[in-house]
Structure formats: C-alpha cells, structure tokens
C-alpha cells in the first residue's frame, strides 16, 4: 500500500502531466519527499523504498525531461512539519525543531520559477539546527 501511493502514485501522476508540458515546451513537476528517502531509519521498512523510489524517478525525469524545457525536482523535507496535530503529540517541541510550512510552500515556489539557466533538481528543507 505505501509503496503504491507515493512511487505508483507518482509514476501516473507524472505520465499524465508531462505530455502537455512537452507539448508546450515548458512545465515544473516537484516531488515531496522525505528523510525516509534519503537516509531511511530502521523502522521505516515500507516508508523508506517508496521514498527512495521516488527520488529516483524525479532523477530520471529529470534527465529526460530537463532537456526538453520540463523542470523536475524532488524536495527532501527532512523534519517534522509545525501542525497542530505535532504540537498536541510533543507540546514541549520549540519553534525551531519545526519546519514552517508558510516557508516549505516558499521553496516550492522558489523552484518552480528557476531560472532555466539554474535549475535545481533536489533540494533539502530542514530546521537549521538539525544534525545531519
């Protein structure tokens, strides 16, 4: 089931945008990820190949399509979300253990208005005092 939400999922949902991008010449596709997908932790059995998988088909477009005016990144949101079901689970969690999700939207933005000239195909988002 995880795997077919996030790597299947992904897989068709790219198949059905990226012909009306190439058409056009020009489109962004940014995959969420996660630390899973990155550096997978030990009870992350299902989670973790779904993500990987993930990042290795926002890879592959990528190559495929950067070269044909298609911007395709995969955005590593490496922390826990500031929402109000993580504050009621750990009410002693500080502002800056939390990701902002104003400035993730903010990333997401940032790249799908690159540039072509810079085009980023993965970025991390993480609260600046994590150890990674």
Known sequence: MTWRGHTFGAFLWARQVAPDMLSRGRG????????AGVKPGASSAAFAPAKFAVRGLAQVLSRDLHPQGVHVAYVN????????????????????????PTAIADTFWFLAHQDRSTWSHEIDVRPFKEKF
């Open 28 to 35: 962004v596709i940014l995959f969420t990820g996660a630390t």
């Open 77 to 100: 949101v490496d922390g826990a979300i500031d929402m109000p079901i993580l504050r009621q689970a750990f009410p002693n969690l500080k502002d800056e253990d939390c990701l902002n």
